[in-house]
């Protein structure tokens, strides 16, 4: 989680720098970005456990620890 809001924090100052060079601060922060981290939901199954009971990776061996795609409580939105 904290990776990923230092991603954001890089992506912020990258893009303040495009804006306006000058007045760059890199000690100012445009967002709170340890509640970026902490904002993220966290999910205790792996990527392709999920795709596996999801009816993909029809190859790979038996999913352990979760029956249902419900159970993982990773909620897709599909348009």
């Given at each position: 989680m904290l990776q990923f809001a230092s991603?954001?924090?890089e992506l912020d100052q990258e893009n303040q720098i495009e804006a306006?060079?000058?007045e760059f601060d890199?000690?100012?922060d445009l967002r709170d970005?340890?509640?970026v981290a902490?904002?993220?939901p966290v999910f205790c199954v792996s990527s392709r456990a999920y795709q596996k009971l999801c009816g993909r990776l029809q190859r790979d061996q038996v999913v352990h620890g979760f029956s249902t795609?419900?159970?993982t409580e990773v909620c897709l939105t599909h348009n």
């Open positions: 991603g954001i924090k306006n060079e000058a890199p000690d100012e970005y340890a509640e902490r904002s993220l795609v419900e159970e």
